[in-house]
């Protein structure tokens, strides 16, 4: 019985053998990739936590250099914050905290760039978005129409359609384009919510053109009555 299973276990060990002789290189390779994918993993998560912490710590000095009104050391630190995080939304935040601060300051040059970096390099939709319409009211303080209307082309998400036609509706204002500005005031206003203050804006605008889609449509209060 016992040489039965000396027997037994020989031909286990031999039939290991030659499937390790003929798969081993395969498995040890498989192996090696499938931890060597999960040591990367592990180090992008570590990389990515790491920026953000660094990210999250220039983003506090840089609100603490804008909140001294320095136009010129906030864009330096901007500057610092793409170079060194761009990938991060600090950076797209802070594009947009600089823009508001130079505008601010009289330094419209300094609010299109940061606005521009914005509108071309942010991963996040939303904050494409908010930069295109705030770079749109620069061009059109600079009386930059064709240019501010290039920049609302395309980029702007649904969510901020709006306000892009509203955006638009003022340049064909400025620009004595009547009809084209009344169209797009028409459809800021059927787009924005019935409570919204910047619906009432839009609607005294329509008026100001001599349309009365403010009219045509039921306000809440009316419809209460």
Known sequence: MANQL??????????LKHFWKQYG???TWVLIAALGTFAAWNGYQYWQRSQ????????DE??????????????????EMKDRFASTLYAQQAGLLVAKL????????????????VAEQAADK??????????????IEAKSYDDALKVLADGVTEEF???????????YALQGKTAEAKAEYEKAFKSMDEQSDYRRLVDVKLA??????????????????
Request: charged share 25%; glycine share 8%; aromatic share 6%.
């Open 62 to 79: 840089l609100e603490r250099v804008v909140a001294t009104g320095d136009v010129a050391k906030s864009e330096r630190a901007f500057t």
């Open 52 to 59: 953000s912490v660094q990210a999250a710590a220039l983003y």
């Open 25 to 27: 290189n395969l498995i």
């Open 208 to 225: 100001a053109l001599g349309a009365k889609a403010g009219a045509s449509a039921p306000r809440a209060s009316e419809g209460s009555k």
């Open 102 to 117: 130079a505008f601010g300051a009289g330094k419209p040059e300094i609010a299109q760039a940061a606005l521009r970096w």
């Open 126 to 139: 939303g904050y494409v978005s908010v930069a295109k319409l705030r770079l749109a009211s620069v061009l």
């Open 161 to 171: 359609q709006a306000m892009a036609a509203d955006r638009r509706g003022d340049i």
């Open 6 to 15: 000396d027997l037994e276990e020989q031909e286990q060990l031999d039939e």
